[in-house]
Every structure is written in structure tokens, then in C-alpha cells.
């Protein structure tokens, strides 16, 4: 057997369709598992990631559905149960805009919404997704947060704080689903430039790049291999854990 097969195996990803989550379903896809790439708004977008996921010989279905949105979820859920069987691998990966502002120019919507986004969106895939799992007697529930909650980074309050409320989540959760052989563990990217990135200022990406001790950016495949790891047979007595990847900044 192949070290890290995922063969047989079934995950979802959301907000796949680009960016990190598509090297996350790009990895996972690789290993042999079958793959739920999810995306809202860029049908565009998402039908060419679907393509690029095939031309590489990957198992691959498409679902749009509102990862905050709890009957959009379980729908999507339900679509995916329908086409490839139970899921093995759920990845929530679904994000909003992450403006940098003062706490005074905050307001209470854009607080709403990134815990809607980083506890809620989580909440319902893996409630939904968690009925199979416990049936099998084995999952796998991989979160992707970020370096900013352990490096306090300022003027980010909103973001930071409800990726601190995800990391919470996933301890607690890890705790509790572990008697059903299910691991729950997060992996946290530095700052990986994706097309998100692209009118970030220039002078801020040479500064960050400068603390990097690896010398070098991060990858989405660098964060989609970290997920195959928790996702495999191997790291089946690795649960409630964070893996940081951001080539050697984690200063905690």
C-alpha cells in the first residue's frame, strides 16, 4: 500500500475552486481520493478549476452551495452522499473579503460575519457530514485557520478572533469525536500570495517574505500537502492539532 492513499476515500472541500483550497483538493485528489470541489459565486471560475482537476486525473464533482448557509450545506452534503458515497474528508475552507482595518472601523456586520464564516460554516458541514463518519467509526475533519491568530497581528481583530473561535471549535471538537475514531485537526498557512493577493502592496510582500526563514513563499500545494497528511491512515493517532505552514515563522 502506497504511503498516504487516500484511494477510496471521499472529501469535500469548500470554497475549492481557487486559491488555497484548490491545492487542497488538487492534493487530496492526487492521493486517490474523490473530491467535491464547492464554490458561489464565479461559475466561471469554478468550471475551469473542475477541468484543470480532471485534466490531472482526478475523480471530481462540482457543487455550489453557501457555506454559511446551514440548508445550503446540508444540501450539499446530501449531493455529494448521492454521487460518491459517504464522506471520508470534510475541509472547511470557505472565506469572506479580510480587510485590515482600526477596531473603530469595524462594524458589528463584518464581525457577523467572519464567525459565520470560521465557526458556523464548519459547524454545519461537519454536523451534516458527521452521521457517515460515526457510522464507519472514522473521519477526518482538517480546518484551515492561520498563523494570525498565534502572531497577533493588528488591525485584523475581526479575522483573528474568529479563527481563534475556529481553533477553539476544533479542540473541543477532536475531544469529543475521537471515541468514534474521527480526528479533527487544523493547519495554518502564513501568508501564501493567491489570486486574492494579487493588489497587495508590493512593499508589505517583501517585508513578510523577509521573516521567512525558509526563504522562499508557501504554496497552495505546500498547505494541500500538510491536509493529505491529517487526511491519511498515517496520521490516524493525530488528533486537536495545529501544523503551522509558514516555513519557519511560527514564533510561538
Known amino acids: 500500500m502506497n504511503k498516504f492513499s487516500l ?3 471521499v472529501a469535500l472541500i469548500t470554497g475549492s475552486t481557487q486559491g488555497l483550497g ?3 483538493a488538487k492534493a487530496l485528489g492526487s492521493a486517490g481520493a474523490k473530491i467535491a470541489i464547492n464554490y458561489l459565486n464565479n461559475r466561471e471560475k469554478a468550471e475551469g478549476a473542475l477541468q ?6 482526478i475523480h471530481v464533482m462540482l457543487v455550489r452551495a453557501d457555506a454559511s448557509d446551514p440548508e445550503q450545506v446540508k444540501s450539499m452534503v446530501e449531493s455529494v452522499e448521492e454521487k460518491f458515497g459517504s464522506l471520508d474528508i470534510v475541509v472547511p475552507n470557505a ?5 485590515q482595518k482600526a477596531i473603530e472601523d469595524y462594524d458589528q456586520e463584518f464581525y457577523r460575519k467572519m464567525y459565520e464564516f470560521f465557526v458556523m460554516s464548519p459547524f454545519y458541514l461537519v454536523q451534516a457530514a458527521l452521521p457517515g463518519m460515526k457510522k464507519r467509526t472514522r473521519g477526518r475533519i482538517i480546518n484551515i485557520t492561520s498563523e494570525v491568530y498565534h502572531s497577533s497581528i493588528p488591525k485584523f481583530s ?5 479563527k481563534g473561535g475556529q481553533i477553539g471549535w476544533s479542540r473541543s471538537m477532536a475531544t469529543e469525536l475521537a471515541p468514534f475514531g474521527i480526528t479533527v485537526n487544523t493547519v495554518a498557512p502564513g501568508w501564501v500570495p493567491t489570486d486574492r493577493h494579487e493588489n497587495d502592496p508590493e512593499d508589505a510582500k517583501s517585508e513578510y517574505l523577509a521573516t521567512i526563514p ?3 513563499w508557501g504554496t497552495p500545494e505546500d ?5 493529505a497528511y491529517f487526511a491519511s ?3 490516524s493517532f493525530i488528533t486537536g492539532q495545529t501544523l503551522c505552514v509558514n516555513g519557519g515563522r511560527t514564533p510561538w
Open 7 to 9: 484511494t477510496g476515500k
Open 214 to 216: 525558509l526563504g522562499r
Open 158 to 162: 475581526g479575522y483573528v478572533a474568529a
Open 22 to 24: 484548490l491545492g487542497v
Open 95 to 99: 472565506t469572506p473579503d479580510q480587510p
Open 233 to 235: 491512515d498515517e496520521a
Open 223 to 227: 498547505v494541500g500537502n500538510a491536509v
Open 52 to 57: 484543470v482537476l480532471k485534466e490531472n486525473g
